[in-house]
């Protein structure tokens, strides 16, 4: 079985190359975290863009741990029972960001649906505290379905981060096999309510390469700018270990800049579109 998922694999085009991070304050950001033991996602993601965001003062957190209690088949993070909540996190989180003297923080977190709250509450005083500590601090809150319950999502909307994003990540043929315990149409219903609470700035990501076909990923777009959907990124799924969906295909840079324009000509604030687009690449830019 073994061999047959590496017989599968795709070769690598030379368009997904990543740039080794370079620059003063990318050294400068590495130091602190090395010395800090800080949490960032771009870290434990591996994320091709790390360098040239935090070259730009950008960087991802994550809050509520670092175990899932979901299982979806194309994500590095492990599953199963998390820790207790660390109510401290906040001010951690918080202190991490201004040490690293940070001008737009992306926070996320693994799904909660072990607690009562779904992790809720721990998010907005995570976005207080980052308001707190770090006043000069805009933020993007990259945030779980919370099984499509508004309560919850109502608590980020009362501390109106600039930017809540929630990530459609495929299209809705493969939602089931790719995101295993979510719903297509719950997280169109979340971006939806989202703007209709009053969040000003909304967002989405869907990752390419999966096995959609492209009339599903004109109509993903579509769908997403009929929720009111402010900022789309469409960026390649790259397959983080062999235990994962493999990568079935790699989008061309010509595909991505088809997809990119029909985003733009149905009327999104922001669109992002290429091979090493991660959803919070260039998130600084999405708040305007």
């Known amino acids: 079985m073994e061999n047959l998922v590496q017989d599968t694999t795709v070769q690598k085009p030379k368009w997904i190359r990543v740039k080794l991070p370079t620059g003063k304050n990318y050294r400068e950001l590495r ?8 949490n960032t996602i771009c870290q434990s993601g591996s994320c091709p863009n790390m360098g040239e965001c935090w070259g730009e003062g950008t960087a991802t957190f994550m809050i509520l741990g670092n175990i899932c209690t979901r299982s979806c088949g194309f994500c590095g993070v492990k599953t199963g029972k998390p820790m207790d909540v660390n109510w401290d996190e906040p001010e951690k989180v918080a202190r991490s960001i201004k040490l690293m003297k940070i001008k737009h923080a992306v926070l996320t977190s693994v799904d909660r649906d072990d607690l009562k709250d779904m992790g809720s509450i721990l998010w907005g005083e995570t976005v207080n505290a980052v308001r707190r500590i770090s006043p000069g ?9 919370f099984q499509g319950l508004t309560k919850h999502i109502d608590r980020l909307v009362d501390v109106a981060p600039e930017v809540i994003s929630h990530n459609m990540e495929t299209v809705k043929r493969l939602t089931r096999e790719v995101r295993i315990q979510a719903k297509y149409e719950r997280s169109l ?7 209709e609470a ?23 777009i579509e769908d997403i700018r009929n929720a009111n959907v402010d900022v789309i990124t469409l960026g390649q799924y790259l397959q983080p270990t062999k235990k994962h969906l493999p990568v079935k295909k790699f989008i061309t840079p010509e595909e991505f800049d088809e997809f990119g324009d029909f985003a733009r000509s ?9 091979p090493l687009v991660r959803s919070s690449y260039h998130a600084e830019k999405h708040i305007h």
């Open 189 to 195: 219903d979340v971006l939806r309510y989202l703007k």
């Open 31 to 38: 130091t602190l975290v090395d010395k800090y033991k800080l």
């Open 266 to 274: 149905l009327g999104f604030r922001h669109v992002e579109s290429s």
């Open 198 to 220: 009053g969040q000003r700035r909304t967002k989405t990501g869907v990752m390419l390469g999966l096995g959609e076909e492209k009339d599903e990923v004109f109509q993903t």
């Open 137 to 145: 601090t805009t933020m993007e809150t990259l945030i779980p379905d």
